[in-house]
Every structure is written in C-alpha cells, then in structure tokens.
C-alpha cells in the first residue's frame, strides 16, 4: 500500500471514539500511520544500506518498542493513538509480505525499488477522496 492508502486508514480510524476529540491524537495517528515506509523506505532506498523498504520499523517488536516508547512520552493515549495508526499501516501492508518477527526470524528481503504505480495510486486516492468525504458527514445518532 502507498502513502494515500494509509493514510486513507488512519483517517476511517480517526472517526473513532478515542481519536476524534484530541487533535494531537489525531496527529500521533496520521504520523504512525506513516512512519514504517518513513524510516524503511529512507534506510532501503536512499540509504540503501537494505535491499528493499520493509525492515527495521515493518514488524513486531518496532511497533510494541515505539508504542511504548510514545506511552512513555506522552501518555497512555498518545501511545494508544500511536499503536493503532503504526498497526493499521502493517495490516494494510500485510497484502503482500510483512517481516512480523524481523530480526528473530531470518527473513529473505528480496531486492526492491521505490515505485509508485499509477493505477494504485489511483485507487488509493480515492479511497482518501471517499474517507475524506465521509468524514466530513455529520454524525447519524
Ligand atoms: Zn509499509
């Protein structure tokens, strides 16, 4: 999934509960919901120090150490906002291979480039453009 799919996820999670009232836990949601192609895309593509973009920060252990992290920082919501977004970007990647337990479990990273596919790209604008609508709606109660 590409930039516009995730966050088209955050933002259908936004509409809950404990999201909707705080805009820090809106932001902490958004920036979690990028932030594992932020760093392995970085790492993998401009670095190149990985074969591909889906590593150190796609797996098990980057999203309970930083959830942590954040709850550390600042509190048991932002820390909830934060694992929810980061989980929702690795369930959506989850289509194609996600390395869950990286680095206890050897996996085989097969050599990838950065691509953004036009037509991808197209579904997943929108899927954002539909979200976005929706969220604007007045709520039905
Ligand atoms: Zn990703």
């Known amino acids: 999934m590409q930039i516009p799919g995730h966050l088209a996820i955050a933002l259908a999670q936004s509409r809950l509960p404990p999201f909707r009232s705080s805009r820090r836990r809106l932001f902490l949601l958004l920036l979690a919901s990028l ?6 895309k970085t790492i993998g593509y401009v670095f190149q120090a990985m074969p591909n973009g889906r590593h150190y920060a796609h797996n098990l252990f980057s999203l309970i150490g930083l959830s942590l992290l954040v709850t550390l920082i600042g509190g048991k919501a932002a820390g909830y906002a934060w694992f929810s977004g980061y989980l929702g970007h690795l369930l959506a990647d989850n ?22 596919e036009p037509a991808q790209l197209l579904r997943e604008g929108f899927f954002l453009a539909l979200v976005l609508l929706l969220n604007h709606l007045p709520n039905q109660r």
């Not at 932030?35 to 392995?40: A, L, R």
């Not at 990273?109 to 953004?116: D, E, I, S, Y």
Request: proline share 11%; glycine share 4%.
């Open 35 to 40: 932030f594992p192609d932020i760093v392995d």
């Open 95 to 116: 289509i194609q291979r996600v390395p869950w337990f990286f680095p206890l479990k050897k996996y085989r990273f097969n050599k990838g480039r950065l691509a953004f």
